[in-house]
């Protein structure tokens, strides 16, 4: 079975994942673009496909009515998004280990992307 790994910055919190992670999605929303200083680029992975050593190090901040945003309370490493209606998390690609074979599947909320750049790499882009 497929597998990956990932770590925040500082090691203090590692995870795997089991099975294949799809395409990556770049977020381009203001919320994104603040917590992560450009744009927020993850894979989604099926909640119990997700295994999270030193998850008590993980601090969890809700960013909306629906989702919220997991970080590493030491290093301060933006790792994880999750929606509380679904059951799946969104994983910083950033935070992969290695080599991932991974690419860009689409840009998502576009009408609301930074004005100090342009995307221009051909994927969907949704407003």
């Known amino acids: ?18 099975g294949p992670l799809g395409g990556v999605s770049v977020c ?6 603040k917590q992560s200083g450009h744009v927020y680029a993850s894979v989604n992975i099926a909640e119990e496909a997700l295994t999270v050593e ?3 190090n993980v601090t969890w901040y809700r960013s909306s009515e629906k989702a919220k945003r997991g970080f590493c309370r030491i ?10 209606e679904e059951k799946q998390v969104s994983i910083l690609a ?19 992307k930074g004005d100090y750049y342009e995307i221009d790499d051909g994927k969907p882009q949704i407003p």
């Open 75 to 84: 290093c301060g490493s933006a790792l994880f998004w999750k929606h509380e």
């Open 94 to 112: 950033g935070s992969l280990e290695g080599a991932t074979e991974l690419s860009i599947s689409r840009h998502i909320y576009c009408a609301d």
């Open 28 to 33: 381009h929303c203001s919320q994104c673009r």
């Open 54 to 56: 030193g998850a008590s």
């Open 1 to 18: 079975m497929e597998t990956h790994k990932g770590s925040c910055l500082c090691g203090s919190v590692r995870y795997t994942t089991q």
